[in-house]
């Protein structure tokens, strides 16, 4: 089994979408380990995307990032780093493909819904940035599924 981060961003969930990504997010078999409702601050949203910093885009993504409340949540299944980014299509909704979550409720590049890790190793990482050990269940008895 494998973990990745998942994020329900800020203007998903102000248009009252997250809880449609999480249905979809069962329906195609992960298991959720983690999820929790946060704003962020500037500072912790440029913590997280810290690897972009050099980037002209990471002040527009980190403003975006911390201007409402967002969705963290530790994600397993099977391959679920590729599975995950499959499901939320490319990056530039106009690009996604049909019946992936960004072509279905992103704006933008800059407001395109969820995020996901790059690879399992980011995804542990990135995990880490938003939980504790502890707050990642461990036992799949406990944990939302479909």
């Not at 298991?31 to 500072?43: E, H, S, W």
């Not at 391959?79 to 049909?98: C, F, H, L, S, Y």
């Not at 279905?104 to 504790?132: C, I, L, P, W």
Request: hydrophobic share 40%.
């Amino acid at each position: 089994m494998e973990r990745t981060l998942a994020i329900i961003k800020p203007d998903a969930v102000k248009a009252g979408h997250a809880g449609k990504i999480l249905d979809r997010i069962l329906s195609e078999g992960f298991a959720v380990r983690a999820m929790k409702l946060v704003t962020l601050t500037q500072a912790q949203a440029e913590g997280f995307y810290a690897v972009h910093a050099e980037r002209p885009f990471f002040g527009e993504l980190t403003e975006f990032m911390s201007s409402g409340p967002c969705v963290p949540l530790v994600l397993e299944r099977e391959d679920a780093v590729a599975k995950w980014r499959e499901v939320i299509g490319a990056t530039n909704p106009a690009e996604a493909a049909e019946g992936t979550i960004r072509k279905q409720f992103a704006t933008s590049m800059g407001e395109n819904a969820v995020h996901g890790s790059d690879s399992a190793e980011n995804g542990v990482k990135e995990g880490r940035y938003f939980f504790s050990e502890s707050e990642i269940v461990q036992n799949g008895a406990d944990v939302i599924d479909a």
